[in-house]
């Protein structure tokens, strides 16, 4: 049984940092593109970052590109998220997600498994 777990969430002040991890147990993580996606109060979840099996080759939403980097450590089966020049508008619960698809996409559906996701708060 596949087990996402992520951790790093937290309040923080706008213009501040933060880094998530996920720990991926139960998968070769090496096979395995990975997603980060964020979900606020009566909307669906968005899609925040993607990186492939190899870690070559990274995907971002527009609303994040240039201030989050995705990352992972095959070492450690852990998947990161590091956020930077944080803005309210990034407060949500973030959720790592875990698909067995040689590519790596945006769309949710495609990921077969999800952690439990942790709440990122960010303060004007």
């Known amino acids: 049984q596949v087990h996402l777990v992520e951790s790093g969430g937290g309040l923080v002040q706008a213009g501040g940092s933060l880094t998530l991890s996920c720990a991926v147990s139960?998968?070769?993580?090496?096979?395995?593109?990975m997603a980060w996606f964020r979900q606020t109060p009566g909307k669906e979840h968005e899609f925040v970052a993607a990186?492939?099996?190899?870690?070559?080759?990274?995907y971002y939403a527009d609303s994040v590109k240039g201030r989050f980097t995705i990352s992972r450590d095959d070492d450690n089966n852990t998947l990161y998220l590091r956020m930077n020049l944080l803005k309210p508008e990034d407060t949500a619960v973030y959720y790592c997600?875990?698909?067995?698809?040689?590519?790596?996409?945006?769309?949710?559906?495609?990921?077969?498994?999800w952690g439990q996701g942790t709440q990122v708060t960010v303060s004007s």
């Open positions: 139960g998968h070769p993580f090496g096979r395995y593109a």
């Open positions: 990186i492939s099996w190899t870690g070559g080759s990274t």
């Open positions: 997600a875990g698909t067995t698809m040689s590519t790596m996409t945006s769309i949710r559906q495609y990921y077969e498994n």
